[in-house]
């Protein structure tokens, strides 16, 4: 019986240490991708807070692609720390604040050095939602993947969408992500 577990035992170390070799690699590279996020980052009172909080759940680029005005950054992360980040409210108002000033609608490209994700570039053709797979919804939205997902299986099971409004009965599609994506795509029922 011991020898049993002999074997098991060197089975599975190997097999426990390689994943850990890959994990910390993932880890290293997803590190350098954050580094130059920040990098892009203005300064300001409030950065170095908002790069410590928000990416204990959060990349930058979900963050630093998003435009908003300082009231809804604001929402956003008491909506954050209703969903249990811990982050005191002094820390909530100086992240909005950073966040509004730094990355709202009004920010340049230049100052937050990456142009905004809800931006098409001119003459860009338009995304049909009624179409659309979850891949061109990441990739050409800048979708969560998960949330991509959730809208085409939504679509796939109640038909098409008849208004962008429609969204909003999917969990995780809001009024903001809906006003952000508005100018990116149409609903052609037939295509």
């Known amino acids: 019986m011991g020898l049993k577990y002999l074997w098991i035992v060197l089975l599975i170390v190997p097999v426990v240490g390689t994943h850990n070799l ?5 880890q290293e590279a997803q590190q350098e991708d954050e580094t130059q996020w920040v990098s892009m980052l203005p300064e300001g009172e409030g950065k170095e807070l908002m790069v410590t909080q928000c990416t204990n759940c959060h990349t930058l680029e979900k963050i630093v692609t998003q435009r908003r005005t300082a009231e809804e950054w604001a929402d956003t992360v008491y909506d954050m720390i ?22 709202g ?11 905004p994700a809800h931006s098409p570039q001119p003459n860009s053709p338009k995304l049909n939602l009624q ?3 979850a891949e ?14 959730e809208i085409v ?39």
Do not use: C, W
């Open 22 to 26: 890959f994990s910390s690699q993932g």
């Open 82 to 103: 209703g969903r249990g980040a811990m982050i005191f409210v002094e820390e909530a108002d100086a992240i909005a604040d950073y966040l509004g000033k730094s990355l």
């Open 105 to 115: 609608p009004e920010a340049s490209s230049a100052a937050a050095g990456i142009a």
């Open 131 to 133: 179409t659309a797979s």
């Open 136 to 149: 061109e919804l990441v990739e050409i939205l800048k979708l969560d993947a998960r949330l991509a997902r």
């Open 153 to 191: 299986a939504y679509r796939e099971e109640h038909g098409t969408f008849q208004t962008l409004k429609d969204l909003e009965k999917i969990p995780g599609v809001d009024t903001n992500l809906i006003e952000r994506i508005a100018t990116q795509v149409v609903l052609e029922q037939n295509p």
